[in-house]
């Protein structure tokens, strides 16, 4: 996993305003600390599976690492298979109703103005299950990118100006615009809300990530070759050195002709089944036709444009007082794969026991059920564990998480005492 920023240097403790701002938050923060860092940190970890051996001229690491960054495919087309496996427990949907209730909308699950096809709600399917999509692109100003569903398709369309998100199931269309061939958001969309860059999707989105891990805590081999979508490819294995991390291994499978990631897999350090692993199943390089890109709304169907979307106050972010406020103060400890991120929710008592609809306080119950209790300098609190991103939740309310062990968790809170 990729160093979080650590240029943030602002502490939990900063200002009365901020403190008032997290205690309001804090009841919706905690319950969903664990699944929040989680869906967040997927986005920066990837991975491969083997098929086949072929003859390839030798590369160093470094050959590979550069043929990546000087990769430049404009055009191609695929079908991209993402699984993904935390291990956290069936909370039988709740997790997902947590989720699409910090994006808000009816198409999340709310019940504000939103659309059930705005991106920034419907691509965090991505983060849990299996998944299959359909990707094109053809230069700059056409990409699409299509999840398939049971009986139901959602596709994210950019062409030109315009972008558009088109969900089958409720027939509901999404539309915003860019100022074109330069990515820049236009004036109907801020640049926080450019939708094409929300959620990791293609291998090489993955990549960008993982490969910002790679500095002197990092080890980076060449582990051979293998063959991904009926093409030759090469294997850059990243692992970290430092003791610690719940990352064992990520392996990005290289295009040998044109560079392109076609594969990755993240393998944890306590072994087993990957827990996240993207990739090709095929893969074409020729232009797609630009019939591909094109897209009308369907009659009947209910169209919301960015503008109207965003005065919505419930949609497309947390609701006021919700998780944003909650993460001021968010600073990092410790460095590399073994840095955590630390914030104070600004709550007393650990998980909620009580709230005014009584949902979160038995939300907190439930979920204080899967944890560990850890005692410690800092005093006590509860552990969540998944098989990638580790959170502490103290009982005066901080929370310690990262891609680390329980024991880096508690060594770290004690630390900050």
Same mark, same amino acid.
Request: negative net charge; without cysteine; hydrophobic residues 35%.
């Given at each position: 996993?990729?160093?979080?920023? =650590? ?12 403190? %008032?701002?997290? $205690? ?26 083997? +098929? ?10 470094? !050959? ?6 000087? *990769? ?22 709740? #997790?997902?109703?947590?989720? =699409?209730?910090? /994006? ?23 983060? +849990?299950? /299996?998944?299959?999509? $359909? ?17 139901? #398709? ?13 969900? +089958?199931?409720?027939? #509901? ?5 860019? /100022?074109?061939?330069?990515? $820049? ?15 990791? %999707? ?6 960008? !990530? %993982? ?58 350090? *306590? ?37 109207? +979307? ?25 460095? @590399? ?17 009580? =709230? ?11 979920? @204080? ?49």
């Amino acid at each position: 996993m990729a160093p979080i920023d =650590s240029d943030d240097k602002r502490t939990a403790g900063e200002g009365e305003e901020l403190r %008032a701002g997290r $205690r309001k938050a804090a009841r919706y923060v905690v319950p969903v600390a664990v699944m929040g860092v989680a869906a967040a940190t997927i986005g920066l970890v990837p991975a491969l599976a083997d +098929s086949g051996d072929p003859d390839l001229p030798k590369v160093t690491a470094e !050959q590979l690492i550069e043929k990546i960054a000087k *990769s430049d495919v404009q055009q191609m087309s695929g079908t991209v298979r993402i699984n993904t496996d935390l291990g956290l427990p069936d909370l039988g949907g709740l #997790e997902s109703g947590l989720m =699409s209730g910090m /994006s808000g909308g009816p198409g999340a699950g709310g019940d504000g103005e939103g659309s059930a096809a705005d991106p920034s709600a419907k691509l965090t399917e991505l983060v +849990s299950g /299996s998944h299959t999509l $359909r990707v094109a692109a053809d230069g700059p100003d056409r990409q699409k990118l299509s999840l398939l569903e049971n009986a139901a #398709e959602y596709s994210l369309i950019h062409n030109g100006d315009d972008v558009w998100g088109y969900d +089958s199931k409720s027939n #509901e269309v999404y539309h915003s615009t860019t /100022s074109g061939s330069d990515g $820049r958001p236009g004036k109907d969309v801020p640049e926080k809300d450019v939708p094409e860059k929300d959620v990791p %999707a293609t291998p090489k989105d993955f990549a960008d !990530q %993982a490969l910002k891990a790679v500095d002197d805590t990092t080890s980076v081999t060449v582990g051979g070759t293998a063959q991904v979508a009926g093409r030759d490819a090469y294997r850059l294995v990243v692992e970290p050195k430092q003791e610690g991390s719940t990352v064992g291994a990520i392996t990005v499978a290289v295009d040998a002709e044109t560079g392109t990631p076609l594969k990755f897999t993240l393998t944890p350090a *306590s072994g087993g089944a990957a827990v996240v692993d993207v990739g090709f199943t095929k893969v074409s390089f020729a232009k797609p036709d630009a019939s591909t890109f094109d897209f009308t709304p369907p009659e009947g169907a209910k169209v919301t444009e960015a503008d109207e +979307s965003a005065k919505a106050p419930e949609h497309g972010r947390p609701a006021e007082g919700g998780l944003a406020e909650g993460l001021d103060g968010l600073k990092v400890v410790g460095e @590399g794969w073994n840095a955590i991120a630390t914030f104070d929710t600004g709550a007393r008592g650990g998980l909620p026991t009580a =709230s005014p609809d009584g949902d979160l306080g038995a939300l907190g119950g439930f979920l @204080g059920s899967f944890g560990d209790q850890v005692k410690g300098d800092f005093g006590s609190g509860t552990v969540f564990k998944t098989r990638l991103v580790n959170a502490l939740i103290t009982d005066d309310g901080k929370v310690y998480a990262g891609a680390v062990t329980k024991d880096a968790l508690v060594k770290a809170a004690d630390a900050a005492q």
